[in-house]
Nanobody, 115 residues
Framework: QVQLVESGGGLVQPGGSLKLSCATSGMIFSRYTMGWYRQAPGKQRELVATITRGGSTVYADSVKGRFTISRDNAKNTVYLQMNSLKPEDTAVYSC?????????WGQGTQVTVSS
């Protein structure tokens, strides 16, 4: 049974930082493209960043230069380092694992950026 469990969300002031983690189990983690997505209230879910099994990364324009996605294949975990956070980054952040037709999601973690 594949499981993705996010952690690290919370309340942070504008300009602050958070690091999200997504621990996986029940899958061969190193084979999967991993991604972070977010959904703000009243908006559609959007891509934040992805990282392939080879380490290639893609970022949404809105987070380039502020967020960094990384993976640790030994720990079966993907991370999202978020710096210089803005109120518009407030959303539920979800982890995704994709390999061809296999597509798995975590339950999400809330990130709130507010003073």
């Amino acid at each position: 049974q594949v499981q993705l469990v996010e952690s690290g969300g919370g309340l942070v002031q504008p300009g602050g930082s958070l690091k999200l983690s997504c621990a996986t189990s029940g899958m061969i983690f190193s084979r999967y493209t991993m991604g972070w997505y977010r959904q703000a209230p009243g908006k559609q879910r959007e891509l934040v960043a992805t990282i392939t099994r080879g380490g290639s990364t893609v970022y949404a324009d809105s987070v380039k230069g502020r967020f960094t996605i990384s993976r640790d294949n030994a720990k079966n975990t993907v991370y999202l380092q978020m710096n210089s956070l803005k109120p518009e980054d407030t959303a539920v952040y979800s982890c995704n694992a994709n390999l061809y037709r296999a597509d798995y999601w975590g339950q999400g973690t809330q990130v709130t950026v507010s003073s």
